[in-house]
Each structure stands twice: as structure tokens, then as C-alpha cells.
């Protein structure tokens, strides 16, 4: 079992290589950051959440830039996003922000992808709501052709390109793990097609997750494997392969001792492995 934090690492919270180097002195094995490029001042989506948007939506900082920072102060710890919006990024400069990230930090990235929840975002993107699971699905697609050929080219119904040169490639081969977030029938229709990893929230039931896990093994994908984002410590007697904490975007001090309590905590569910 392995532990991380997931978070919103922002302008008003702890640094990120502050941030990585104090999970990796008290044994965590993974950092996972939120992405948003923007919030609109007009908003009509609903948030999740209840309520207001929180202070934190407002204010991420860029997660690939932020996760290089946090790698200059780590060795081992594992760098992902939870999630990257995908339908709303360019696919060219993505390949290339991912795969340099990934040979820059020695081979850490975990690449965590979801269709994304708020529709004004999307529009100042261009991307038609309603058609941001197919536009995903594409983008995946085409992100490992470009990272795997010499002269990449994808023609589909979103996304057409012909042969392109991009380097550098990914450290990992045949290219950084794929996690894809969300409980839908879309959601795992994706995981089962072009995912590496399942990032399902901390609300999913024990017994959905298991479910899920022997639906993929039916699918011929038993090698799918289970990061659990936003649990409580209990939740890692579910038969996942890690777990990830929620990380409060806290100023320095805080942060430090939020830590403190948070690795106490995990000490008696046994070593991450």
C-alpha cells in the first residue's frame, strides 16, 4: 500500500518544493495536484462541493510547473495530477510539458486526466460541454502517439494532425501512466480503453470498488491499478494500491504540522510499499 496527499498547491499555500521535501521526509510516496486554468467571474455550474466555490479554485498555480519545482527537492516521490484537464489543453503543448516533466524528474510522473465538471471554463476553451468526453478520449489517444513515434500522426473526429516531430519522449516507456478519474459509465469506459491507473474519489463504497476491479479483470484489464483520492486513512483497507490524503492549502507552518499528524495517523495502517 502506498500513501500520498492530493492538493490545491496555490499562491497563498506552501511552496511545492517545500511542500515535496516534507512529504518525502516523513514517508509519503506521492504528491497529486489539482488543475483549473481559470474561473469565470460568471458562473453558472453547480459546484460539487455545496455552496461557494472555495478560496483555492481561484488561485492553483500551474500543476506541471508546480510539480517541477516539487521535484528539484525530491527523489522518489511521485509527481501526478488529479486532475489535468485534458479537453480543454492543447495537445501538442501537453505532450511536451508532460514528457519533460517526466525526464526532468528521473521518471515520476503519473499523469491523472478527467472530462472536468465546470462548463463556463470549457466554453472560454472553445470546448463544447457536451462533447468533452469524446474531445478526452481523442486527446488521450493522440497524446500517446506523439510520445511514442518518431513521426506521430492522429486523424480523428476532434483531433487531426499529420506527421509531427516532438521531443523530448517520456522517460517511462511506453510513456508515464495514465489515470483516469471518475465513476461514470463513461469514466470507465475510458479507464478500460486508454488508462493505466483509476482515480476514483473518496466517496466510491468499498464495495463499487471492488466491483470495478473485476469488471476491468473481465475486460482483460486486470493490470488496471486503484489510486483512492481524498480518503480518510480508513479507507486503505480497501484493497487499493494507494491512497491519497487531503492536503488543506495551508500556509507553510500549518502545512508542516498537518503533516506531522497526518503521517502519525498512517503509521499503523502499515508501510507503503
Given at each position: 500500500m502506498k500513501f500520498g496527499v492530493n492538493t490545491f498547491v496555490t499562491d497563498e499555500s506552501i511552496r511545492p518544493d517545500v511542500l515535496g521535501r516534507a512529504l518525502e521526509e516523513r514517508g509519503f510516496e506521492a504528491l497529486l495536484v489539482t488543475e483549473h486554468s481559470h474561473i469565470p467571474v460568471q458562473r453558472e455550474t453547480p459546484w460539487s462541493g455545496g455552496g461557494e466555490l472555495p478560496r483555492e479554485y481561484y488561485r492553483t498555480h500551474d500543476p506541471f510547473v508546480a510539480l517541477a519545482i516539487a521535484s528539484t527537492t525530491t527523489t522518489a516521490l511521485t509527481l501526478g495530477t488529479a486532475v489535468a484537464l485534458l479537453a480543454q489543453r492543447d495537445v501538442f503543448q501537453t505532450a511536451k510539458e508532460v514528457a519533460t516533466l517526466d525526464v526532468l524528474s528521473g521518471g515520476r510522473v503519473l499523469f491523472g486526466v478527467g472530462a472536468g465538471w465546470n462548463r463556463e471554463e470549457m466554453r472560454n476553451h472553445g470546448v463544447d460541454p457536451g462533447r468533452r468526453g469524446a474531445l478526452l478520449n481523442e486527446k488521450i489517444a493522440a497524446l500517446k502517439a506523439i510520445w511514442?513515434?518518431?513521426?506521430?500522426?492522429?486523424?480523428?473526429?476532434?483531433?487531426?494532425?499529420?506527421?509531427v516531430f516532438s521531443w523530448p519522449k517520456p522517460l517511462q516507456r511506453p510513456h508515464p501512466p495514465i489515470a483516469v478519474g471518475g465513476e461514470s459509465p463513461a469514466a470507465l469506459a475510458r479507464l478500460a480503453r486508454h488508462g493505466d491507473e483509476w482515480l476514483p474519489r473518496a466517496k466510491t463504497p468499498v464495495a463499487e470498488l471492488r466491483r470495478v476491479?473485476?469488471?476491468?479483470?473481465?475486460?482483460?484489464?486486470?493490470?488496471?491499478?486503484?489510486?483512492?483520492?481524498?480518503?480518510?486513512?480508513?479507507?486503505?483497507?480497501?484493497?487499493?494500491?494507494?491512497?491519497?490524503?487531503?492536503l488543506p492549502p495551508l500556509p507553510e507552518a500549518e502545512t508542516l504540522r498537518f503533516l506531522d499528524k497526518l503521517a502519525t495517523r498512517v503509521e499503523g495502517l502499515g508501510p507503503g510499499s
Open positions: 511514442t513515434g518518431d513521426e506521430a500522426e492522429f486523424h480523428g473526429e476532434h483531433v487531426d494532425f499529420d506527421p476491479a473485476s469488471w476491468l479483470a473481465e475486460q482483460g484489464r486486470a493490470d488496471v491499478r486503484t489510486t483512492l483520492c481524498g480518503a480518510a486513512p480508513e479507507y486503505a483497507e480497501a484493497g487499493v494500491d494507494r491512497v491519497t490524503f487531503t
